[in-house]
Antibody
């Protein structure tokens, strides 16, 4: 059974940093691209970042480029999102999700078949 | 890049059909077949309902169908059931390995 479990959310001051983790199980982790999607309270979904199966290729939304870094440790079956220079508008539930197809690379499709339960990040003074 | 345009809400009676539109531009919806639809119940993670414009993942009822014409994609739910009441989001590839979601549509089953 595929499982994705996020952790690392919490309250952080503007300008601060936070690292989110997503522990994966139930599938060959390194064979799948992964992604982060966020949802501000009461708002819609926003794609944040994606990474290839090897971790060698990364992709970001303009809203987080230069501030967030996606990475993965395939030996630990874990996906990460390092968030720096946090702003109030980064407040959201952050979901990790698995790409539908076992491609190894990120195809940009947006087809995410398994999601974690989400972790809440609140940026406030 | 702006979010794709969806109606804020739609409603339908049990057993009826409803459609939800998702309008973008030739740079996203109209330019690619990487269109997907997600269902999200309150407090839950999104669930993939449609991918590749009109393909259903295993386990999704065939009451859910979708299509695309020009810059607009559409999700149709037939034979509405109480459990279909949720928020629905469209998603489209927008070039350069980026994605756009729609603003979301709240479906109410009366």
């Amino acid at each position: 059974e595929v499982q994705l479990l996020e952790s690392g959310g919490g309250l952080v001051q503007p300008g601060g940093s936070l690292r989110l983790s997503c522990a994966a199980s139930g599938f060959p982790f390194s064979n799948y691209a992964m992604t982060w999607v966020r949802q501000a309270p009461g708002k819609g979904l926003e794609w944040v970042s994606a990474i290839s199966g090897s971790g060698g290729n990364t992709y970001y939304a303009d809203s987080v480029k230069g501030r967030f870094t996606i990475s993965r440790d395939n030996s630990k079956n874990t996906l990460y999102l390092q968030m720096n220079s946090l702003r109030a508008e980064d407040t959201a539930v952050y979901y990790c999700a698995k790409i539908l197809w076992e491609l190894g690379y990120y195809d940009g499709s947006g087809f995410f078949d398994y999601w974690g339960q989400g972790t809440l990040v609140t940026v406030s003074s | 890049q702006s979010a794709l345009t969806q109606p804020r809400s739609v409603s339908g009676s049990r057993g009826q059909s409803v459609s939800i539109s998702c309008t973008g531009t030739s740079s996203d919806v109209g330019g690619y077949n990487y269109i997907s639809w997600y269902q999200q119940h309150p407090g839950k993670a999104p669930k993939l309902m449609i991918y590749n414009v009109n393909r259903r993942p295993s386990g999704v009822p065939d009451r859910f169908s979708a299509s695309k014409s020009g810059n607009t994609a559409s999700l149709t739910i037939s034979g509405l059931q109480a459990e279909d009441e949720a928020d629905y989001y469209c998603c489209s590839y927008a070039g350069s390995y980026t994605l756009l979601f729609g603003g979301g549509t709240r479906l109410t089953v009366v």
